[in-house]
Each structure stands twice: as C-alpha cells, then as structure tokens.
C-alpha cells in the first residue's frame, strides 16, 4: 500500500512534478526629489543703545566742510594770495614819494650853495658876525643846511620805501607808521619849489587808499594767518 506523500516529504530531483519558484521580492520605489529646505529666520535686530543705557552715537561728520563754513567753525584762515588793487596804488605812490624827496632834496642843496653870495652880503649888511668872519658865518650855515637837506633826503627816501615794503605784504604796524610820516611829510610843501608840495599829495592819496575797505579786510586777513605775504 503505498503512503501518499505530503509536502514534508522530500522528492528527488529530476522527479518531474514542477517546482514552485519562490515569491518574488516586491520592487522597491524610486526615491522621489529632496524637498527644499526650510528658510531660516530673520536675526533679531539689536535694540538700540537707548535700550542699554547709553546714548545713541552722534552720526559721522561730513567728508568736507565748505571753506566759509570751516572759518565760522575756528578753522584756519585761507591766507590771501596777493594785495588788494588799493594797497599796490599805496605802495606805488610811497615809492613815487621816496623819489620826489630825493628830487627835493638835490633842488634844495643846489639851491643853498648857489645863495652863498646873498647870505654873504645879508650877514654883512646886518653886523650880526659878533665879530667874526661874515664868510665863516655863512660857510658854516650853508654847511649845516647842505646836510640837513641830505638828512632829510635820505630818511624820507629809505622810510617811505622800507615801511611801504612791509605795509604792501600785510603789516599793519607799517600802515600806522605810514601814517604818522604822512603827517610829518607836510613840513616838507615848500621844500624843492614845489616837488615837496607833489609829494605830500602822492602821499595823502596813499594814506586813503591804505584804509579803504579792501585795504582793512587784506589787512585783517594777514593778521588772521600770522603770516606775511610778498
């Protein structure tokens, strides 16, 4: 009698009952795309320093000032970069008035020795030689008003020029000095028969021009910047 076989018995191979394959394993899906990440918070913004208990920080000064602004502020002073139109005049005539004095002063020594014989002959006429040599007396005046005119010359020559040098590049100590000559200058009208009355006005009108209102704002500048200008 022969036992049925059941599915734990084992068959030989090559028995011809077909083998059942095994399952196949289930496909595994395709990955699908990365989804994007998430975005990232704004920062906290800082508070401000108020917050903390301190003042706010002034903000940044501008890269340049205007040149008017930075002198309101105390800043340096742009030095002028030549005299006024009225100080050159000024400088002009003072030079013109130092060459009038020496003019004057030649007139007036040639003058003095060509009176000699007519200072001679009023001595004479006066008796008042004290008993002395009329000839003397009148030498040693002469001598004495030759080199008087020469004193004069000179110094009105150099002290015109000199402070007018020093006026034209800004001095006002030289302004005032020019000045007080000015005045002084006046003695001279009746020097020279005439060139010492051209000179006082070359002079005077210099005097003006010196203190204008071109003149002063030069003037003041120069002072602002300490430093003198050719």
């Given amino acids: ?115 000699r014989d007519q200072f001679l002959r009023s001595v004479q006429d006066s008796n008042q030689t004290n008993g002395q040599n009329a000839q003397t007396v009148v030498d040693a005046v002469i001598a004495g008003a030759t080199v008087w005119a020469i004193v004069t010359l000179i110094f009105w020559a150099v002290t015109f020029v000199l402070f007018a040098f020093f006026m034209r590049r800004g001095a006002n100590w030289a302004r005032i000095i020019l000045t007080v000559l000015t005045a002084l200058s006046l003695f001279n009208v009746l020097a020279g028969y005439g060139v010492g009355f051209i000179q006082f006005v070359a002079t005077v009108v210099a005097l003006v021009l010196m203190w204008l209102r071109p003149s002063n704002e030069y003037f003041s500048a120069v002072k602002a910047t300490k430093v003198p200008r050719t």
């Fill in 1 to 115: 009698m022969t036992i049925p076989d059941d599915e734990s018995t084992p068959r030989p191979a090559g028995s011809g009952e077909p083998t059942t394959p095994p399952p196949a394993a289930e496909p595994t899906p395709a990955a699908g795309p990365t989804p994007p990440a998430a975005p990232t918070p704004p920062a906290a913004p800082t508070p401000p320093a108020e917050s903390q208990g301190f003042p706010a920080a002034p903000p940044p000064p501008p890269a340049a000032y205007p040149a008017s602004y930075g002198n309101a502020a105390g800043g340096p002073v742009a030095a002028p970069t030549a005299p006024p139109r009225t100080v050159n005049i000024a400088f002009w005539l003072y030079v013109a008035g130092a060459v009038l004095s020496v003019i004057s002063g030649i007139i007036t020594v040639a003058t003095i020795g060509g009176q």
